[in-house]
């Protein structure tokens, strides 16, 4: 059974730095492309960028590049998704999607809440 | 801001047929294949139709998806109660790069 199951919920201070994973079980990780998705309250999806954990090559969307980094543990089967200065506005869920071969998001993770706030 | 535009709201009675629509450009749904997702409250995205009409295993046959040009639709038939939920559209665009997902529709079952 193929799955994607993702790390706790987080709450941090703004400025603080925060790395989330999802964990890809019950088919090759390396095969298929892991996005990322943004969902803030009340609203609707946002794509963030997408990683190819056989290589680690990164696609980011332009309204997050810079201010995330997605990276892979292969041997773990992990992808991540790091901040290095958490804002406000980053407070949200975020949901990790593996790719089927025709660009759909096949499988999601169950999310990971992110708040932010002082 | 999303490039992919639905109507914020469809509802129906149980039985009925929901058509949700989803507009866009030659850069994203005229050129490339619609994805649906359905968000169930609190729950995950999960996929509902893929390369415009296609249905993952245990789909039921009651949602169907078209395309024709830069628009997609996706209809719900026979409306159930357990329908309600978030209806989005997507797909990958040419000249953003990028992923795109519409800006979502809530099904009501009246």
């Known amino acids: 059974e193929v799955q994607l199951v993702q790390s706790g919920a987080e709450v941090k201070e703004p400025g603080e730095s925060l790395r989330i994973s999802c964990k890809g079980s019950?088919?090759?990780?390396?095969?298929?492309?892991i996005s990322w998705v943004r969902q803030m309250p009340g609203k609707g999806l946002e794509w963030m960028g997408k990683?190819?954990?056989?290589?680690?090559?990164?696609n980011y969307s332009p309204s997050f590049q810079g201010h995330v980094t997605m990276s892979v543990d292969k041997s773990i089967s992990t992808a991540y998704l790091q901040w290095s200065s958490l804002k406000a506005s980053d407070t949200a869920m975020y949901y990790c999607?593996?790719?089927?071969?025709?660009?759909?998001?096949?499988?999601w993770g169950q999310g990971t809440m992110v708040t932010v706030s002082s | 801001q999303s490039v992919l535009t639905q109507p914020p709201s469809a509802s129906g009675t149980p039985g009925q047929r929901v058509t949700i629509s989803c507009s866009g450009s030659?850069?994203?749904?005229?050129?490339?294949?619609v994805n649906w997702y359905l968000q169930l409250p609190g729950t995950a995205p999960k996929l509902l139709i893929f390369?415009?009409?296609r249905r993952p295993s245990g789909v039921p046959d009651r949602f169907s998806g078209s395309k024709s040009g830069s628009s997609a639709s996706l209809a719900i038939s026979g409306l159930q109660s357990e329908d309600e939920a978030d209806y989005y559209c997507?797909?990958?665009?040419?000249?953003?790069?990028?992923?795109?997902f519409g800006t979502g529709t809530k099904v009501t079952v009246l």
């Open positions: 999607a593996r790719h089927s071969g025709l660009n759909a998001f096949d499988f």
């Open positions: 019950g088919y090759s990780f390396t095969s298929y492309w």
């Open positions: 990683i190819d954990p056989s290589d680690s090559y990164t």
């Open positions: 030659s850069s994203n749904i005229g050129s490339n294949p």
């Open positions: 390369s415009d009409n």
């Open positions: 997507a797909a990958w665009d040419d000249s953003l790069s990028g992923y795109v």
